[in-house]
T-cell receptor
C-alpha cells in the first residue's frame, strides 16, 4: 500500500541549531503539504506545494523556516535557527490533484521535534 | 477569520453507549474530512464528505454533513475501547487547504 514517507521520526536538537526534515509523498500525488501540530492542538498548515511551486506559505515563519520541492517529488523542510517554541510534530501529507476527486490528504508518520 | 470548532473537547464514555461529536465551521465549504489520531501517531483518514446531506458509515462510526448549517457530526454507536483516540474534523477551502478543528479526545472505558 502506498504511503507517505518521512524522516527522521524523532529529532532532538538544541536551540539555535539547524534541523531538516524530509518527506516523500505517495507516487503520483502532485500536491504536498507540511503541517505543524503542537501537542493538544490540531495540525496547522505551514506550506503547500503544487508540483514544485508554492501554493500557500502564509503561515510559514519565513525568517527561520524554509521549504523546497525542487523536482516536484520529495520535499525538505528546514528550520534555522531552531527555537524552544518549535517543539512539535511536523507532518507531511500528499493528495492527488484532480478536478473531480476528493483531494483527500494522506499523512505520513510525522517527525517529532524536541528543542532543548 | 476561519474557525472550526469541535465539541466536546474531551469525551469519556462507557462501552456500549452512543454519543455524537459536533464540528461547526464559520464559512462556506462543501468538503469536510474526519481523521483519527492515536497518541504519538499520525492522522488516519476516516471519512470524506463532499456534499450537503452526505452520510457515510464505517463500523460503529457514522459521519454526516449539513453545509447549510455549517455542521458535521460524527456519531459513535455502541462504543468499544478500540475507538479511544483523538478525532479531528477538517474543513476544505480554496486550493485544497484544510483547516482543522480543535480535536475531540475520546476515552472509552469498560
Amino acid at each position: 500500500e502506498a504511503e507517505v514517507a518521512q524522516s527522521p521520526r524523532y529529532k532532538i536538537t538544541e536551540k539555535s541549531q539547524a534541523v531538516a526534515f524530509w518527506c516523500d509523498p505517495i507516487s503520483g500525488h502532485a500536491t504536498l503539504y507540511w503541517y505543524r501540530q503542537i501537542l493538544g492542538q490540531g495540525p496547522e498548515l505551514l506550506v503547500q506545494f503544487q508540483d514544485e511551486s508554492v501554493v500557500d506559505d502564509s503561515q510559514l515563519p519565513k525568517d527561520r523556516f524554509s521549504a523546497e520541492r525542487l523536482k516536484g517529488v520529495d520535499s525538505t523542510l528546514k528550520i534555522q535557527p531552531a527555537e524552544l517554541g518549535d517543539s512539535a510534530m511536523y507532518l507531511c501529507a500528499s493528495s492527488f490533484f484532480g478536478t473531480s476527486g476528493s483531494n483527500e490528504q494522506f499523512f505520513g508518520p510525522g517527525t517529532r521535534l524536541t528543542v532543548l | 477569520e476561519l474557525k472550526v470548532e469541535q465539541n466536546p473537547l474531551f469525551l469519556s464514555m462507557q462501552e456500549g453507549k452512543n454519543y455524537t461529536i459536533y464540528c461547526n465551521y464559520s464559512t462556506t465549504s462543501d468538503r469536510l474530512y474526519w481523521y483519527r489520531q492515536d497518541p504519538g501517531k499520525s492522522l488516519e483518514s476516516l471519512f470524506v464528505l463532499l456534499s450537503n446531506g452526505a452520510v457515510k458509515q464505517e463500523g460503529r462510526l457514522m459521519a454526516s454533513l449539513d453545509t447549510k448549517a455549517r455542521l458535521s457530526t460524527l456519531h459513535i454507536t455502541a462504543a468499544v475501547h478500540d475507538l479511544s483516540a483523538t478525532y479531528f474534523c477538517a474543513v476544505g477551502f480554496l486550493n485544497d487547504k484544510l483547516i482543522f478543528g480543535t480535536g475531540t479526545r475520546l476515552q472509552v472505558f469498560p
